[in-house]
């Protein structure tokens, strides 16, 4: 059961950011945005998570709205191989809803040479 | 990361007859799910495979169709039984590695089609 909406396409010049939006309105405040990807013919790969406050790691940035109802992921360089479909998941981290994860459409993004 | 081994990659069966997926991973996880992604669609989550017991499946899937087994801490098994050209899917084992771990890793899937 879905709780996020995102666009069906974006694309994305190489080298530039990729601002992929997410509205998650419904979410409640013991729940984590999760974004995964999956790139063709493979399996989805974890990118990050976040609560409340903004986080960024190696791969991406996630920016969270003050009011929680949507989220922001953001590839600072967008390469080739950045080309992929991006989910964005909403959970509740404990018991026995850990580990699961409930895909939407995701976002397929596009990035061009 | 964890390294996780579907077997097959991918098989062609025909209608009626039953596969069994495995999903082998390096080393111990606390929790291992079975995801579906039927052609062009997302991901459906299929089963929690419960190590020693009986595996939770989620709404829509039930035990005499993809029986689990987890009989140890790093492999699972899914079996699609009495297969019908519908069937025809990826099918992915997923893992957590500990009850404060956040991050799930996916294995390649196993490319089912059925004839």
């Known amino acids: 059961d879905a709780k996020t909406t995102q666009p069906t396409s974006m694309d994305c010049a190489e080298g530039r950011a990729a601002n992929l939006p997410c509205n998650h309105s419904t979410i409640s405040g013991n729940e984590y945005v999760y974004w995964y990807r999956q790139i063709h013919s493979q399996g989805p790969q974890y990118i990050i998570h976040g609560l409340k406050n903004n986080e960024t790691n190696e791969m991406a940035s996630l920016i969270i709205t003050e009011d929680r109802k949507s989220s922001t992921l953001i590839l600072p360089h967008a390469t080739l191989r950045d080309t992929a479909v991006y989910y964005c998941?909403?959970?509740?981290?404990?018991?026995?809803?850990?580990?699961?994860?409930?895909f939407g459409r995701g976002t397929q993004l596009t990035v061009w040479p | 990361s964890a390294v996780i081994s579907q077997k097959p990659s991918r098989d062609i069966c025909q209608r009626g007859t039953s596969l069994t997926i495995q999903c082998q991973v390096d080393s111990q996880v606390t929790m291992m799910f079975w995801y579906r992604q039927q052609p062009g669609q997302s991901l459906t989550l299929i089963a929690t495979a419960n190590q020693g017991s009986e595996a939770t499946y989620e709404s829509g899937f039930v035990i005499d169709k993809f029986p689990i087994s987890r009989p140890n801490l790093t492999f699972s098994t899914l079996t699609v039984s009495n297969m019908s050209p519908e069937d025809s899917s990826i099918y992915l084992c997923?893992?957590?590695?500990?009850?404060?771990?956040?991050?799930?890793?996916f294995g390649q899937g196993t490319r089912l089609t059925v004839v």
């Open positions: 998941i909403v959970r509740y981290d404990r018991g026995s809803t850990l580990g699961r994860l409930y």
């Open positions: 997923s893992v957590v590695r500990g009850r404060d771990s956040r991050e799930a890793f």
